[in-house]
């Protein structure tokens, strides 16, 4: 829910500052449903996936960066790209799952969540940070306390990707392209 609440807040504040969806609109974006597909699976494993959580997970994410890698072309992409391939190590050395900072989690103000995973449990696609996590640094280390409207841990990967989301909305909402015989208003 992190991601697309700040992207959409960078696509608001360029919107209500002047922007115009037109560039947005026309942008040459390849291969959309491989952005949409993923995030549409993510919802359903995570949900109804069990056993093959992990395996699915990671399989995501291959589809994702494809996605990215065929837009690279667009403002922010490589950004995103960074961010993506950041997630998709540390989830690919740890078993198909994030590793989350037990610390990170009670900053947060997820008490109840932390117990739960250094009891042993997965929720979703994460598990608890241990000494034997691999990558632990990409890992969810970083918080997001109250009064954040979603209190919520994040790795370097999840900011990579506000990041260039946010560079793709704010660039393509200020920018439309010109069209033969028509002037940009």
Not at 90 to 105: D, E, F, H
Not at 145 to 167: A, E, H, K, M, R
Request: net charge positive; glycine share 14%.
């Amino acid at each position: 829910m992190f991601i697309p609440f700040l992207v959409g807040a960078v696509l608001a504040a360029s919107l209500l500052t002047g922007g115009s969806l037109k560039g947005l609109l026309q942008a040459k974006i390849r291969g959309s449903i491989l952005f949409f597909l993923p995030l549409l699976f993510q919802i359903v494993l995570f949900r109804w996936g069990g056993d093959h959580v992990a395996l699915g997970h990671v399989g995501t994410y291959v589809l994702l960066l494809a996605a990215v890698l065929v837009n690279l072309h667009l403002p922010g992409m490589k950004v995103m790209m960074l961010g993506l391939l950041s997630n998709f190590l540390v989830i690919a050395c740890n078993g198909g799952y994030m590793p989350m900072s037990l610390n990170a989690l009670r900053g947060a103000g997820l008490a109840g969540v932390a117990e739960y995973l250094q009891g042993g449990g997965t929720l979703h696609n994460g598990i608890a940070m241990s000494e034997g996590t691999c990558l632990w640094f990409l890992g969810d280390i970083f918080y997001l306390p109250p009064p954040f409207p979603f209190p919520n841990v994040v790795s370097v990967g999840d900011l990579l990707l506000v990041i260039g989301g946010g560079i793709l909305c704010w660039q393509l909402t200020r920018t439309a392209k010109k069209r033969p015989g028509h002037a940009n208003s």
